[in-house]
């Protein structure tokens, strides 16, 4: 699964509306709890831990694309 049909899957949106820039700025549907959904299913999907710091930074789709990166994982 792929990182735009994760977060079309947690925050209950089409696939074709993620992109780099989808965030809970730019979507109300992407909630704080929708947030917290979204690090258990990426933790879960990737085998991975995320520190606070890596939460806080993942204010949109590419920003999340880059702190899984930042951990040699690929969310292709």
Not at 12 to 32: C, F, H, K, M, Y
Not at 39 to 65: C, H, N, P, W
Request: glycine fraction near 6%.
């Amino acid at each position: 699964m792929k990182l735009e049909e994760v977060v079309s899957d947690v925050i209950q949106i089409p696939v074709g509306e993620v992109d780099d820039n989808l965030g809970p700025v730019r979507d109300a549907r992407w909630t704080s709890l929708k947030q917290m959904q979204l690090i258990i299913a990426l933790e879960e999907r990737y085998g991975t831990s995320f520190s606070r710091q890596d939460v806080r930074a993942m204010k949109t789709v590419g920003a999340v694309r880059e702190v899984l990166r930042s951990k040699g994982v690929s969310a292709a």
